[in-house]
């Protein structure tokens, strides 16, 4: 059931080279899902903003707007799931869009395969929440998992999803020190490929959202050398 409600999902592929956006689409049509594409920035917003995609795989060289300043823009409209794709080798080229909300990266060259397992990786993140889970409530955070919604200090905080997602893998596992590994399986599953630091970069983005409250700084501590833990006491 979970596998047809994926391969049922929209995305939006946004390159403007014809012969990826064409082998991209046709593995993925493969696979099921239902595929829109743009071959530039300005495209991107308003295919976006049309279909409405579950999950936009986005380059981040395109002419008019680049990719970077389209996810910034769709972070400011959309929580949709973004696979962002560099030619470039640069750290900060995958830092600064995993800063701006991108969900993972892939860089060029890549094998269609891998982008495919990428992209059901994603679907799967957060979609088998049971809808009677109870709310977490602790003394500064209420989550509840099944509205995915998180208030601090009572006031709704937006969250991305891979954010969400790593505020309830701690809040689930309130007091205990989950390393990067654990959270990578937790929230991005068993089958990621990427870089570890990827779990830094979203905590960081986290707690940033979370500074309103002057006792934010002290809601999820870095224990050095292991990983990180949920501070805020239970109500």
């Given at each position: 059931m979970l596998m047809n409600m994926?391969?049922?999902?929209?995305?939006?592929?946004?390159?403007?080279?014809?012969?990826?956006?064409?082998?991209?689409?046709?593995?993925?049509?493969?696979?099921?899902y239902t595929v829109h594409t743009a071959s530039d920035g300005l495209q991107a917003l308003q295919a976006a903003r049309a279909f409405k995609p579950d999950l936009v795989v986005l380059d981040i060289m395109l002419p008019e707007i680049d990719g970077l300043e389209v996810l910034r823009r769709l972070r400011q409209e959309s929580d949709v799931?973004?696979?962002?794709?560099?030619?470039r080798a640069e750290e900060m080229d995958k830092v600064l869009g995993l800063k701006l909300g991108a969900d993972d990266?892939?860089?060029?060259?890549?094998?269609?395969?891998?982008l495919v397992a990428r992209v059901e990786a994603i679907l799967r993140r957060g979609r088998g929440l049971a809808p009677s889970e109870p709310k977490l409530v602790f003394s500064h955070l209420r989550i509840d998992p099944a509205a995915r919604r998180?208030?601090?200090?009572?006031?709704?905080?937006?969250?991305?999803?891979?954010?969400?997602?790593?505020?309830?893998?701690l809040a689930r596992h309130h007091g205990r020190v989950l390393s990067r590994e654990q959270l990578i399986e937790l929230v991005w599953g068993y089958d990621y490929y990427g870089d570890e630091r990827v779990v830094d970069v979203h905590?960081?983005?986290l707690r940033k959202k979370l500074e309103r409250s002057s006792l934010a700084h002290h809601l999820i501590a870095t224990v050095r050398g292991v990983g990180y833990r949920l501070e805020d006491e239970i109500a």
């Open positions: 994926m391969n049922s999902a929209t995305i939006l592929v946004v390159d403007d080279e014809p012969t990826i956006v064409k082998t991209v689409r046709a593995y993925l049509e493969r696979e099921g799931w973004v696979l962002m794709l560099t030619a990266y892939l860089t060029k060259p890549f094998s269609p395969r891998e998180v208030w601090l200090d009572g006031e709704e905080v937006e969250l991305t999803p891979i954010e969400f997602d790593l505020l309830l893998a905590i960081g983005r």
